[in-house]
């Protein structure tokens, strides 16, 4: 495919996605105004380029200016005449246009549309509102009037765009409110490109050619316009003249900075390091000169601009001081991550004494300095950031399912999520915890506790195919018989599933899984290890062995009564005893096929491990693909009772450690010990759910078994080391005070 990008402003993250864009075989032609003023990516071709990406400036006959009103106006429609130009040599298939100004944008738009370029938006900044608030300090009544004009011009773009792609879900009440069809949304969040942000000694190259190396240095890097406050930068300055030999650096240009240098020389600030611009290749150097970074950002601002230079700052392994409104995403992100310290843009006493705190606590910065750069770790990851752009770019009338699934961060769960993923699905997923072992697949995963009905509702905002409720208060046999958890096994799953069904009602889910459990059969049905009753017409007179069951099974009953009173589509799965990799295998919650593949992988060949009862109870158990296979296929299905998922390969407890025993190539004793047992025998009845919709286990037992003992017994062999998935974990969003705050999210 044949993509034109344009990036206004020439940032470092836009470039690095054309790039891997032309990486995957596009022909991508990545063009910037060549005349700006402002910070710059990687903009020239490198010998590692593709030959089918190239670099194209496009270059007017003088600086662009963004501050003369009139002149800017003109200069837009020479920029837009110039890129059109481009656009007829190079016929591309898709136009992508990012910080594009207004009248560039609408000459742009008006030729994709009438030449069937499609023609996708990225919206950095709602600019119509930024033209108002400016110019109406200047010539307040007809700054208004140009103002609305310009935000209504770019409302109609907005519309006519085949795609709208915002950098946050902040922006989504005014994209609604501009009429643009939800089909067209979506949310990627800006990043930082890794791969060109190197760590640096404080002492290097460059800090020694500023004599920066012995200094405690506050940094500010990048744009100061009138969307930031430079009175902040010189009132530190003159803090800490007293303080010795600490410096306030700036590295910028325009308006603010020459702000800067008028006070300056009018107050004789010493330590105010003035600087220009320099070159993308010397921003690590810049950066990793610092003790502190900061970000301003004014309070009019507020939701509509996110500064990407905060998103660098992570990147860079310095604890970050920002004068920013508390609503920014920047901000939520920085204060969600505890990566640095936040303060209003006009609370200019609280900044200076955040920053001589930051000064004296050393500690403080390097915690807030590991937390962001672990974040950026976690989050910008350009393969999937090239993913989700690529599904929106290339397949114009794309429309992409969505699937909420709760309890996202559990062992079903997070397979759940990635099989969804691969399906196509856009999946966001909730949990109080994300997965322990391998980073989310989800789009956008959401911290939040689904006992809070508010969270519920937040998680639900969007228009879902298919809703997943996985989430429950569960463990194996040590966790769920024992009597010690079952108030608090009843009371939160309880709480979880009245949430879910409701706001499911309330937001008008199209169809929701619940996973029930076999635990919901009668212990009289299973007294015989060896011919237990567990078809689904058994499930009464109930008589579950545990408060885990019996709150399962009020739960299949209230999500069936929705499914009766209000028409929601409900489908049950009973599950049988799911086990696999990248679950509970050593904190107590583990069912017996991890358990044993542990106990195995810990002993030394000749010794003993230790099983609850005689060993003879029996069960089945179902490998976690096989098991997503059938959920997924009920989904699918109109069958609308409860049904079983789980093996017919039933088998001893004492049987299945003999399994693994040989699967690890050793021989142990078992000793039998008193514990909790739940019921003699259980095994899964299939003939109903193969019968309505044609599925059945295919794998044996072994297999599975195989797949688990191995990756369980790498747990065991790195045991106390840091596990580059578990460091690597995507923390894509979370709630806060009760509000779905996402810092990383694709909106279909």
């Not at 069937?116 to 950095?124: H, P």
């Not at 069904?501 to 919901?520: L, W």
């Not at 049988?576 to 991890?594: L, M, R, V």
């Not at 037992?701 to 580059?724: A, C, F, H």
Request: hydrophobic share 35%.
């Amino acid at each position: 495919m044949r993509i034109l990008v344009y990036d206004h402003a020439g940032h470092p993250f836009q470039v690095q996605l054309s790039r891997q864009l032309s990486k995957r075989g596009h022909k991508i032609i990545h063009s910037f105004c060549g005349l700006l003023q402002t910070p710059r990516g990687k903009l020239i071709k490198t010998d590692l380029d593709p030959d089918n990406f190239e670099i194209f400036p496009v270059l007017l006959t003088e600086p662009f200016d963004r501050y003369n009103m009139i002149k800017r106006v003109i200069q837009e429609k020479q920029l837009g005449k110039k890129l059109i130009k481009k656009i007829k040599q190079f016929k591309p298939n898709v136009v992508v246009s990012s910080n594009t100004p207004i009248e560039t944008q609408s000459l742009l738009q008006k030729h994709c549309l009438k030449s069937n370029i499609k023609f996708v938006f990225w919206l950095q900044d709602v600019l119509g509102i930024g033209i108002k608030h400016n110019v109406n300090k200047k010539i307040p009544l007809l700054g208004n009037l140009i103002g609305n004009y310009y935000i209504k011009k770019e409302s109609e773009l907005l519309r006519k765009s085949d795609e709208v792609i915002a950098i946050s879900e902040d922006f989504l009440p005014f994209l609604s409110g501009t009429g643009v069809q939800k089909n067209k949304l979506h949310v990627i969040h800006n990043w930082a490109p890794l791969d060109e942000l190197p760590l640096y000694p404080k002492s290097n190259q460059w800090s020694r050619l500023n004599n920066l190396e012995n200094s405690f240095c506050f940094i500010y890097s990048g744009t100061l316009g009138m969307k930031h406050n430079p009175e902040l930068l010189k009132e530190l300055a003159l803090k800490f003249q007293r303080f010795g030999n600490v410096k306030v650096v700036v590295v910028s240009e325009g308006l603010g900075a020459d702000y800067l240098k008028t006070e300056k020389q009018k107050h004789n600030i010493k330590n105010l390091i003035l600087l220009p611009f320099q070159p993308y290749d010397k921003l690590p150097l810049v950066l990793s000169s610092a003790d502190v970074l900061i970000g301003l950002l004014e309070k009019e601002a507020g939701t509509f601009s996110v500064p990407s230079k905060i998103l660098t700052y992570l990147c860079m392994k310095k604890a970050l001081l920002l004068a920013m409104p508390q609503e920014n995403l920047a901000a939520k992100i920085v204060e969600i991550h505890k990566s640095g310290c936040i303060c209003e843009p006009d609370d200019i006493e609280t900044f200076l004494k955040t920053a001589e705190k930051l000064f004296n606590h050393k500690k403080l910065r390097d915690n807030l300095a590991f937390n962001g750069y672990a974040y950026s770790q976690k989050i910008f990851d350009i393969d999937i950031i090239t993913d989700r752009f690529e599904k929106i770019i290339t397949n114009k009338d794309f429309i992409m399912k969505q699937a909420l699934v709760c309890g996202a961060g559990g062992f079903i769960g997070s397979h759940l999520v990635k099989k969804l993923k691969k399906e196509g699905f856009w999946v966001r997923g909730v949990d109080l915890k994300c997965p322990e072992f391998s980073k989310t697949a989800a789009d956008d995963f959401v911290i939040g506790d689904l006992r809070d009905p508010i969270v519920c509702k937040n998680v639900t905002d969007r228009d879902f195919d298919e809703v997943y409720q996985l989430a429950a208060d569960m463990g194996g046999a040590g966790y769920i018989f024992t009597g010690e958890h079952d108030s608090e096994v009843m009371h939160n799953s309880a709480m979880i599933n009245l949430n879910m069904v409701d706001v499911s009602k309330q937001m008008g889910v199209k169809k929701i899984f619940y996973s029930s459990s076999a635990c919901i059969y009668p212990e009289y049905n299973q007294l015989d290890p060896d011919n237990p009753k567990c078809s689904e017409d058994s499930a009464y007179p109930a008589a579950p062995d545990s408060e885990y069951g019996w709150e399962k099974l009020f739960s299949e009953r209230m999500y069936l009564s929705y499914q009766r009173n209000h028409n929601l589509k409900v489908r049950i799965a009973r599950f049988h005893n799911i086990f696999g990799p990248q679950g509970s295998w050593n904190n107590g919650k583990e069912k017996a096929p991890a358990a044993f593949c542990r106990k195995v992988a810990e002993t030394e060949n000749g010794g003993e491990i230790e099983m609850w009862g005689d060993g003879k109870q029996t069960r089945s158990f179902l490998y976690i693909d096989e098991c997503l296979d059938g959920a997924r296929k009920l989904m699918d299905s109109d069958f609308t009772r409860p049904v079983n998922i789980g093996s017919e390969e039933m088998i001893s407890i004492n049987g299945l450690a003999e399994m693994i025993m040989d699967i690890a190539g050793k021989k142990l004793k078992i000793k039998h010990i008193e514990g909790p047992l739940g019921v003699r025998g259980r095994n899964s009845d299939n003939r109903l759910i193969y019968e309505k919709i044609d599925w059945k286990p295919t794998r044996p037992l072994r297999e599975g078994l195989q797949k688990t003992y191995q990756w369980i017994e790498k747990q065991v062999q790195d045991r106390g080391k840091i596990s580059i998935d578990h460091r690597k974990q995507r923390i894509i969003s979370t709630v806060k005070d009760k509000r779905v705050i996402c810092t990383k999210s694709v909106h279909p």
